[in-house]
């Protein structure tokens, strides 16, 4: 129902009962001063010219007609009982109110152009024909009660203006009010329309940030002197992150524009800056540095650096080029980092809405039925023993069922903090499944200070997710080892259990790979599955593989023998900060 439908609702009641307040004023008036009899035939006949404004207010053509009929009845009921002293003229109120009310209003949609003029010109065609009737029948009143009459018939006008002002004004702020509180969502709905009709219509890499940032940085390495180019976008706590990149070795790029005079010139004056500032942490020796910004429609959108070993690389005329292959790139790239985001917020409410949903639904009614079970058992006869086990069976599995549903909950509400990280995340989401599952769970997290995308990071969460209830559900492990490594644009996370293996796997955990798998390809990276020896699975996602930093150290293997002596000594001394290995069963 709509909103002007429900104020129609709203004040259909307080309009019937100013009628019906008036037409017992006129009664007792008519009562006092013309008699019964004839007070009773023209109250009669009023109400049954009221009728069709009572019964329905919005008919288009009988609610004005059934308006008039009334002004009609008391213009001529007045003149008929004598003129004086004008008891039905106090009723012009109610259809002057209600005939401003309703033309304060919008008509339907379908309605004509001579219904919606009707209806707006129909208050002030009502107040005329009330005051030119009332007024050229004044000659039939008696000479010494002429003046009294005029008087009275301008004063019942006026208030009956009062009344339709007050109707129009009371309607049209209410209307007014709802307009205001609707408008962002009007507008928001205008600007969905608009993109979904757009996005259908558009080529090539379509809404895929990653993939236009990809474009983008292509382009730029294919101008001679280009060595290393990476596209740089803004992210929370006033950092960038690396869309997209060009390297023949790994390129640790600054993402800090309070770091980096020539990201913090480019981003704030919306200009092409060069010079000899190295860009990255992990540029060695003299460069030539050139950040060119992505504005679209007086907007930075995001960098695009580019770096060379030459000093004397970039002169005038790459300036030039590369501002020549980057134009346009700017409104699609904003375009899909825009969409990008209200998808995200889109997903992000839809969980939370599932979440609500099943806690306050399925979830309780769950719990009712173990309730109700445990009742059952309660009263249960001794020599009921076959029932007994039953109702037992029975509880196990609402225990089970209840236990699962949990899970599903945590796993819904679980996104990543923008102050924890993406590390801190999946630690969090593996520490409780383990101490709940009795997993013994190892963790070892390595993450900078960059960050991901958001929607990036959120992809690689569920795929985590994901990995690790395989793990509780359907492999039946012990141990549960997740690494976790963020070195943007380079990220790989691993969850490893020594389970029953893939030939164990139940359908829905099939059912589950293959969503991982989609996940993994949306955000264009690398999953693998594979067996874990001597008995197991790992899953592990990888991003820009070619971007890996050069390890400090081999990283232990899950379950080999540097492995667990690094987990013996984190039961012993205070664990370094990274690997983080947690130790005792279910102390995750």
């Known amino acids: 129902m709509g909103e002007e439908a429900v104020l129609e609702r709203q004040w259909r009641l307080p309009a019937a009962a100013l009628r019906g307040a008036l037409f017992a004023l006129v009664a007792v008036f008519g009562w006092s001063t013309v008699g019964l009899a004839e007070a009773a035939t023209w109250c009669g006949i009023l109400a049954l010219a009221a009728l069709p404004g009572v019964v329905l207010p919005r008919h288009r053509l009988l609610a004005p007609a059934g308006r008039l009929a009334e002004v009609a009845v008391v213009v001529l009921g007045t003149l008929a009982t004598g003129g004086l002293p004008g008891w039905m003229l106090p009723y012009l109120i109610a259809p002057f109110a209600t005939a401003a009310f309703d033309a304060a209003g919008p008509g339907p949609a379908d309605e004509e152009d001579r219904w919606s003029r009707l209806r707006a010109w129909g208050p002030p065609v009502l107040v005329a024909l009330a005051a030119v009737g009332l007024v050229a029948q004044a000659g039939r009143v008696a000479a010494f009660e002429r003046d009294t009459y005029l008087t009275t018939v301008a004063v019942v006008i006026a208030f009956g203006l009062a009344s339709a002002l007050g109707a129009w004004w009371l309607r049209r702020s209410r209307t007014s009010d709802m307009h205001h509180s609707q408008l962002p969502y009007a507008e928001a709905a205008a600007l969905l329309t608009q993109l979904r009709v757009v996005a259908r219509q558009l080529p090539g890499s379509t809404l895929d940030p990653g993939g236009i940032a990809t474009e983008i940085v292509d382009s730029a390495a294919r101008i001679p002197g280009v060595e290393r180019a990476a596209v740089l976008s803004a992210a929370s706590g006033r950092r960038l992150v690396v869309l997209a990149q060009h390297a ?331 690997p983080d290995h947690g130790g005792g069963r279910g102390g995750q």
């Open 248 to 578: 023949d070795e790994r390129v640790d790029w600054e993402t800090s524009p309070q770091l980096n005079s020539l990201l913090a010139d480019a981003w704030a004056g919306q200009k092409p800056q060069s010079g000899q500032v190295p860009l990255s942490r992990s540029t060695q020796g003299p460069v030539a540095s050139l950040v060119v910004p992505l504005v679209a429609e007086g907007r930075t959108v995001g960098l695009l650096a580019i770096e060379s070993d030459d000093p004397a690389a970039f002169g005038p005329e790459t300036v030039a080029a590369v501002e020549e292959r980057t134009k346009g790139s700017a409104l699609r790239l904003e375009t899909a980092l825009l969409f990008e985001d209200v998808r995200s917020m889109a997903t992000t409410e839809e969980r939370q809405r599932l979440a609500r949903e099943i806690h306050d639904g399925i979830a309780q009614e769950l719990a009712m039925l173990g309730y109700g079970i445990d009742n059952a058992m309660a009263i249960l006869p001794p020599e009921a023993g076959e029932a007994q086990g039953e109702l037992e069976e029975l509880r196990s599995e609402v225990t089970r069922l209840v236990t699962e549903l949990r899970f599903s909950l945590f796993e819904l509400r679980s996104n990543v903090d923008r102050q924890g990280g993406l590390a801190s995340a999946i630690a969090d989401y593996a520490r409780t499944v383990g101490a709940s599952a009795g997993l013994r769970v190892h963790l070892s997290l390595d993450e900078g200070g960059a960050r991901l995308p958001a929607s990036t990071e959120a992809e690689l969460l569920r795929i985590a997710q994901e990995a690790i209830t395989n793990a509780r559900k359907h492999a039946r492990a012990e141990n549960l080892w997740v690494t976790c490594e963020v070195d943007p644009p380079y990220t790989r996370i691993e969850v490893t259990d020594d389970g029953q293996g893939l030939s164990g796997e139940a359908s829905e955990g099939r059912y589950g790979l293959a969503i991982m798998s989609e996940r993994a390809e949306r955000i264009r990276g690398s999953l693998e599955i594979r067996p874990h020896q001597p008995h197991g699975t790992t899953v592990a996602v990888v991003l820009n593989a070619g971007a890996r930093p050069t390890p400090r150290a081999e990283t232990p293997r899950p379950g080999s023998a540097a492995w667990a002596a690094a987990d013996r000594a984190a039961t012993i001394e205070e664990p370094a900060r990274r």
